[in-house]
């Protein structure tokens, strides 16, 4: 596609409930990166794949939180047993480069709202 | 470790006013930096990026900014604001060293209004 596709948009979760967020990144793009933005701040790093290969998790929060991109292509972003302080925008973004050139620019989709009740 | 840290979490000027928003960078070596732009409900926007070319970058919508390595600073500038750069503006750093990860590491952000 033109863009970062995320899906979905809002979502609203019970505390204790799995949610799974969806990120379609731009056709062609090697480097995913999922971040996290809570309320006020600015996003911060939670995992990086090249291709299907998950190179980097070290922002993941805890083990709740799992993300996968199978066929190098769409990712998923789960999150178990939500709680209260997961209530934030997950913004998924996607680059051309192998993710070795600090130089490659992010293209990032609008993002997820989560909140968790 | 890499940081960037954004001094003043709002910024109010006049419309027609010079806009400056300030960052600051943390780095043992000269890293990548960028500023993007967020409008409500939506996803990060890059405005520019320096990447050890030209110090003076210029991005869009009017906005430029000046790569300081003796402030170890970042600026970000526009002669004369606009109501439509109301929005929220982050600076991020990308590591600039063999076998990093080129992910971004962002400020907690500056939110400009733009007064009538």
């Known amino acids: 596609g033109a863009g970062v596709s995320q899906s979905p948009r809002y979502k609203v979760a019970k505390r204790g409930q799995d949610v799974a967020l969806r990120c379609d990144p731009i056709s062609g793009h090697v480097s995913l990166f999922w971040y996290q933005q809570a309320l006020g701040q600015g996003p911060e790093f939670l995992t990086y794949f090249q291709n299907e290969a998950q190179l980097d998790k070290s922002g993941l929060p805890s083990d709740r939180f799992f993300a996968e991109r199978p066929e190098g292509s769409v990712s998923t972003l789960k999150i178990q047993r939500t709680q209260q302080e997961d209530s934030a925008v997950y913004l998924c973004?996607?680059?051309?480069?192998?993710?070795?050139?600090?130089?490659?620019?992010?293209?990032f989709g609008a993002g997820s709202r989560l909140t968790v009740l | 470790a890499q940081s960037v840290t954004q001094l003043g979490s709002h910024v109010s000027v006049s419309e027609g006013a010079l806009v400056l928003l300030r960052c600051n960078y943390s780095?043992?070596?000269?890293?990548?930096l960028f500023w993007y732009v967020q409008y409500p409900n939506q996803g990060l926007q890059l405005l520019l990026k320096y990447t050890s070319a030209a110090t003076l970058v210029k991005g869009i919508n009017g906005f430029e900014a000046e790569f300081k390595k003796s402030e170890t600073s970042f600026h970000l500038t526009k002669p004369s604001a606009h109501m439509s750069d109301a929005a929220e503006y982050f600076c991020a750093v990308s590591p600039n060293y063999g076998g990093a990860t080129n992910k971004l590491i962002f400020g907690t952000g500056t939110l400009l209004a733009v007064q009538p």
């Open positions: 780095s043992s070596v000269p890293p990548y």
């Open positions: 973004a996607s680059s051309l480069g192998q993710g070795k050139s600090g130089a490659n620019v992010l293209t």
